[in-house]
Each structure stands twice: as C-alpha cells, then as structure tokens.
T-cell receptor
Framework: DGGITQSPKYLFRKEGQNVTLSCEQN?????MYWYRQDPGQGLRLIYY???????QKGDIAEGYSVSREKKESFPLTVTSAQKNPTAFYLC???????????FGQGTRLTVV | AQKVTQAQTEISVVEKEDVTLDCVYE???????LFWYKQPPSGELVFLIR??????QNEISGRYSWNFQKSTSSFNFTITASQVVDSAVYFC??????????????FGKGTHLIIQP
C-alpha cells in the first residue's frame, strides 16, 4: 500500500534532549513537508523539501532541523533549542504543482 | 500574504441535521487552489476536495457538497444528513501560485464538528 509512515506515534523527550521524528513515503513524491499542530490551532509549516538534498525553512523553523538524503525520507529533529516542543507533528508529501498533499498519521511529542 | 479564516471554532448538531462549515480566504493571486481536509480523532488528515480558482462550479459527492464563490472569497462545505462518523476537525487550506514566500498549504484553524446521536 502506498502512503506516508510516521514513527513513532508517541514520543517523550526529556528537557535538553534532541529527538528525531521519522517520516517515510513510498508515493514517489518529490515534495515533503513537516507541520506542527497545537490544540485549537491550524497547521504551521516547519520545513519543506521539494527535491533531494534541498530543503527550505517554513514559518516556524527555529529549534528544528531536517535532512533529505533520500527521496523517500524526510526526518525532523527537534533540538533542545526548541523551547516549547510539545505538540502534534504531521508529515506530508505531494507530487508537485497544485496537487493535494497526503499526510501521515502524526507523532505526538511530549516533553517530560 | 495569504490567509484562511474558519470563524466557527466548534459546531455541534444532532445526527441527520445538515451542517455548513464556513471558509473565507484572502489572497492577491489570481491562480490558487483551495482544499478541504478532515482530521478524525486518529490524527491523520484526510483529503476531501481540491478546487482551482478558475472553476466555480459547485461540487457534490454523496452527502458532501462544496460552494465556491470568488465574489465573497468563500469555499463553504456542507454535510447533508450528518452522521456520527462525520465528527472530526475540518480544515480549509489555500495554496497560491506564488506560495507567499514559503511552500506548502496555508491552513485555517479548523472547525471541530460534533455530531450527537
């Protein structure tokens, strides 16, 4: 089945730790995205990548980092510099142009 | 800059009632696309519809229908004869040709729809 897989579904982080959220797609999509969702808020764009080995900051990139070494994979690292990382993180991909984005099931990150 | 406004934070109706979710957008671009997504409690966003700025025809898909009006910059979503399974958060989103400086979709804050049995 084609789709987007995010792991883990739940993640707990201690203060001062970096954590990496995984996102893998087998849709052969060029573009991939990371969004953050907070309660009662819409989705805010963290980073996006339109092609392998290239990525761009979104609206709230501070405290996050990404890599795009393979077309299928777009991991997100939440660094200790992110002061309020507790949120729901969604990964998406799309084929390009004005096509719709497809989303993974999300990772809920909690700082303990 | 673009913006999507979903003024209804939460709507609660009784099953079988019709319900309309409002979406108002702002953009200076003449070429753009509008989207609706459904987010059930599981968290994954499910794509419902895409509409481009040159196509103002309304669309119906089963119990779902969409009314796109450029004159009022609105793209409203109606569920007819609502069912409990329709309970979810619904997001309206906008993508313009220019991208507003950053790629990706501009989302509204969502409307939490509660269908009571």
């Amino acid at each position: 089945d084609g789709g987007i897989t995010q792991s883990p579904k739940y993640l707990f982080r201690k203060e001062g730790q970096n954590v990496t959220l995984s996102c893998e797609q087998n849709l052969n999509h060029d573009a991939m995205y990371w969004y953050r969702q907070d309660p009662g808020q819409g989705l805010r764009l963290i980073y996006y990548s339109q092609i392998v080995n290239d990525f761009q900051k979104g609206d709230i990139a501070e405290g996050y980092s990404v890599s795009r070494e393979k077309k299928e994979s777009f991991p997100l690292t939440v660094t200790s510099a992110q002061k309020n990382p507790t949120a729901f993180y969604l990964c998406a991909s799309r084929a390009g142009g004005f096509t719709e984005a497809f989303f993974g099931q999300g990772t809920r990150l909690t700082v303990v | 800059a673009q913006k999507v406004t979903q003024a209804q934070t939460e709507i609660s109706v009784v099953e079988k009632e019709d319900v309309t979710l409002d979406c108002v957008y702002e953009t200076r671009d003449t070429t753009y696309y509008l989207f609706w997504y459904k987010q059930p409690p599981s968290g994954e966003l499910v794509f419902l519809i895409r509409r481009n700025s040159f196509d103002e025809q309304n669309e119906i898909s089963g119990r779902y229908s969409w009314n796109f009006q450029k004159s009022t910059s609105s793209f409203n979503f109606t569920i007819t004869a609502s069912q409990v399974v329709d309970s979810a958060v619904y997001f309206c989103a906008l993508r313009t040709y220019s991208g507003g400086g950053a790629d990706g979709l501009t989302f509204g804050k969502g409307t939490h729809l509660i269908i009571q049995p």
